[in-house]
């Protein structure tokens, strides 16, 4: 009797998998059909079979999970509205799918005699199709729509998938390599990758990817850039000056990162480490921006007389740069805040001495405040400042003229 009983339960198990097997071609056949193929019912017969013990085991059921989300992807972009979305979700779906068929048919099963096997017919037919996938780009289309909307980490996951599709095991085959290459439009996809790592605050992602491209030509100067951006937003004050000095040597035409390291350590109040920097990168490459930020730490020390020296020559390198004749015009008045401030205590006749040598500070100022204000007239800021000095000289008739 229990023999019997055996039996019955193997022929049913049997009949179930016979039953899901039969599932899988259904699906396939469904998702397969020229004119109205039938996806929701492909999706419930996959579905069945994905839970199923026996046929989850298979990469054909996987392969078949995938094959749907293609063909929905085809008929969406071929006879539909073409819609980003729809096909983006589609085409990730058929993806992690086809991962999973490819992992199972390429994991050996071996014979009585201890030779492996592969179902080498699952990654043949996957390989063409995600060929097609990189080419056609839907995958970036898709993350571009997802950052549109914010969703950064979804855009990250539809850029990361599809940069990652060249080292795919199953795309290594010379004749799909080589319509994949790693070239500079692939590059640009990682730093934007990069840009939504961050953007998500997944800031080791970020600096990982951005390190990826500092070496090349592609976005290098920007990935330095975001590297540095990364770490500070990590709180990582520290690492973040070390990643200016390497850029500094790396990019020494750039200004951005040695401003930024000059900028960090005058915050900080060391000045005279940050005239030694601007000293070696005026030796290295003079610029009028390394001249105009030596001349304006030398009027925050108070060295006025030498901070002259550096703006005259950041503007004989730039005349026409309406920001260093604004810093240069601003010594002058720190200057006759100085002696305004150490005024105060004097006697009246010593007082009005000191205060004359202040307005003659001031009156130095005007021409260079002119000057920028000439040279960008839409500045607000330009403009709010030549009519306070306009004031504070009493040159009221000037300084009515710029009150609209």
Partial sequence: MKKVLFLV?????????????????????????????????ARVAIGEALENEETKGLAE???????????????????????????????????????KADEMAMTPVYDKKG???????????????????????????????????QEYQQAYDAFMTYLSIPDMPMM??????????????????????????????NYDEAIRLFSDLVDGETENISSAEHIYQCYIDKGDSAKANEMLDIYIEKFPKEQWFM??????????????????????????????QYYNSKASILSLMKRFDESLVSFEKALAMEPNNALF????????????????????DLSAKEFDAELKKANEKFMQALPYFEKAYELEPENPDYKRTLRSLYYRLQMMDKYEALAN
Avoid: C
Avoid at 264 to 285: C, P, Q
């Fill in 172 to 201: 290594q085959d010379e004749k799909y390599k080589a319509q994949m290459p790693k070239d500079s439009t692939y590059l640009l996809y990682k730093y934007y990758t990069g840009r939504f790592a961050y953007a998500n605050k």
């Fill in 259 to 288: 401003q930024n390291r000059i900028n960090n350590l005058v915050s900080s109040g060391n000045t005279e480490a940050a005239l030694v920097y601007l000293d070696k990168a005026i030796e290295r490459a003079p610029q009028g």
């Fill in 325 to 344: 004749h604004q810093s240069y015009g601003y010594a002058y008045v720190d200057w006759g805040n100085m002696i305004y401030d150490a005024a105060q």
């Fill in 61 to 99: 059921t996987w392969y078949v999970a995938g094959l749907i989300g293609y063909r929905e992807a085809f008929m969406e972009r071929i006879f539909r509205t073409g819609n980003v979305e729809k096909i983006g979700r589609d085409v990730l779906e058929s993806i992690n799918y086809w991962l």
């Fill in 9 to 41: 339960a193997l022929v049913l198990m049997s009949a179930g998998t016979f039953a899901q097997k039969k599932n899988v071609s259904r699906a396939k056949n469904l998702a397969l059909m020229e004119e109205n193929p039938d996806f929701a019912n």
């Fill in 115 to 149: 030779r492996p096997k592969y179902n080498t017919r699952v990654r043949r037919d996957i390989q063409p199709k995600m060929l097609e996938y990189y080419q056609n780009q839907e995958l970036i289309q898709y993350g571009i729509l997802l950052n549109d909307q």
